[in-house]
């Protein structure tokens, strides 16, 4: 009888500890479960919020090009501005596809795959961000090309219309002296003429 319950306990221990090691695993494997959980759930938590920024980014692309060279240029100044805040996006983006890899080593199947998902759509949103802004610094610099031209065009019609005047006048000196300087203005003029010729030619 005294075997028999020697045995029995040696028995119910070594029950007691197969299961409380069973344990001890299962509550490492919850804890794996849940930290995995934790940092999945903060990657999609991230990409979400970065999305958003630069979504609100892309909103904040204005459609002006100015109305003269100046506004074009205060123009121009601002959307340099916005380019370098912009870049501060890139390294999260940078950070959040180094994330995305690890995790899909860590966590393959379904969750790698929501990983995968979530990360294209924050590369689509860059992406479109980045499109949006070379298109918004061309067409600044077209439009300011287009008022340069504008403003150069309109000096040369006032300059052209001011030597009409000039021309057609049929002022005369009284004198030598007055004669003499008319003279010189006319070749003064004719210079002028030459010059402009010779840079539109160029």
């Known amino acids: 009888a005294v075997v028999s319950t020697q045995s029995t306990g040696k028995f119910s221990m070594e029950v007691i500890e197969s299961k409380w090691e069973k344990l001890l695993e299962l509550a490492a494997k ?26 609100a980014a892309d909103a904040g692309i204005s459609f002006d090009l100015g109305r003269d060279v100046s506004t074009v240029q205060t123009l121009q100044r601002k959307h340099q501005s916005m380019t370098h805040d912009v870049q501060a996006i890139r390294s999260q983006v940078e950070t959040l596809d180094s994330e995305n890899h690890r995790l899909q080593e ?22 479109r961000l980045q499109d949006h802004l070379a298109l918004r610094k061309e067409a600044l610099s077209s439009s300011s090309d287009l008022f340069t ?3 150069a065009a ?3 019609i006032q300059w052209a219309t001011n030597m009409r005047k000039l021309f057609v006048s049929d002022e005369i000196g009284t004198n030598v002296s007055s004669v003499d ?7 003064d003029l004719k210079s002028q003429m ?3 010729q010779t840079n539109r030619d160029e």
């Not at 919850?30 to 959980?37: C, E, I, M, N, V």
């Not at 379904?110 to 759509?121: H, P, S």
């Not at 300087?181 to 070749?187: A, D, E, K, R």
């Open 30 to 55: 919850r804890k794996l479960t849940l930290a995995g959980s934790v940092e999945l759930h903060k990657y999609h938590r991230d990409v979400s919020v970065l999305i958003s920024r630069i979504n």
């Open 106 to 127: 860590l966590y393959p199947g379904a969750r790698a795959k929501g990983v995968a998902d979530q990360q294209e759509l924050l590369e689509l949103s860059w992406g």
């Open 149 to 151: 031209f504008i403003r």
């Open 154 to 156: 309109n000096q040369l």
């Open 181 to 187: 300087l008319q003279i010189l203005q006319h070749h």
């Open 194 to 196: 030459e010059t402009r």
